[in-house]
């Protein structure tokens, strides 16, 4: 199992503010996403890398952008925050098939 | 158009029952199947997985079911316990041996496990 690590875990934040949400793994996986969920909803691919220097849009369109520059790091930047980006994020990585999630983060953007 | 889904939003077992989550899907591509389980404020906990190879994959007290030619597959848990309450993710993949694993998932199931 993937030891995947996300911060910050909650985020409050007002409008037009530029966040970067965290996402750390210490298993070596190429493979990492990020996914966006809302409850009651499924979880929508935003962004994966399959490897350094490799980013790639998901199937549900995002304003946030990510950076692949080192194998177990992949943050994830939103330039103006807006309160329709409120959402729990879950970034995962992936050896194979299976993905491990982190543990989210939650943000809020009043 | 969802291509997993997953019709019942909830589900309530009595402890020590079994619990039959049930998911169908519409894209004949796909050919490997997981089941996640998910705390509120937490993020998916993988469960068990299944390829398209087979018709039945078990771990300790929970065992995946696939139906191919119906497009449909249920996680079985028993007996069920009130730490199984948690809503689960059903999800797919179109590429078991290839690279690009993408995951499609399902709105999920919340199981509540009355004591």
């Known amino acids: 199992e993937a030891d995947i690590y996300q911060t910050p875990r909650y985020l409050v934040i007002g409008t037009g503010k530029k966040i970067t949400l965290e996402c750390s793994q210490t298993?070596?996986?190429?493979?990492m996403y990020w996914y966006q969920q809302d409850p009651g909803m499924e979880l929508h691919l935003i962004h994966y890398?399959?490897?350094?220097?490799?980013?790639e849009k998901g199937d549900l369109s995002s304003e946030s952008t990510v950076s692949r520059i080192r194998t177990e790091h992949f943050p994830l930047t939103l330039e103006s925050a807006r309160p329709s980006h409120t959402s729990q994020y879950l970034c995962?990585?992936?050896?194979?098939?299976?993905?491990?999630f982190g543990p989210g983060t939650r943000l809020t953007v009043t | 158009d969802q291509q997993v889904k997953q019709n019942s939003p909830s589900l309530s077992v009595q402890e020590g029952r079994i619990s039959i989550l049930n998911c169908d899907y519409t894209?004949?591509?796909?050919?490997?199947f997981l089941w996640y389980k998910k705390y509120p404020a937490e993020g998916p906990t993988f469960l068990i997985s299944?390829?398209?190879?087979?018709d039945k994959n078990e771990d300790g007290r929970f065992t995946v079911f696939l139906n191919k030619s119906a497009k449909h597959l249920s996680l079985h848990i028993v007996p069920s316990q009130p730490g199984d309450s948690a809503v689960y993710f059903c999800?797919?993949?179109?590429?078991?041996?290839?690279?690009?694993?993408?995951?499609?998932f399902g709105k999920g199931i919340t199981l509540s496990v009355r004591p």
């Open positions: 995962a990585s992936s050896p194979k098939n299976e993905q491990y």
């Open positions: 298993m070596g996986h190429d493979k």
């Open positions: 890398s399959y490897g350094v220097n490799s980013t």
């Open positions: 894209n004949s591509m796909f050919d490997y």
């Open positions: 299944i390829s398209s190879i087979k």
């Open positions: 999800a797919a993949s179109a590429s078991f041996t290839g690279a690009n694993s993408k995951l499609t």
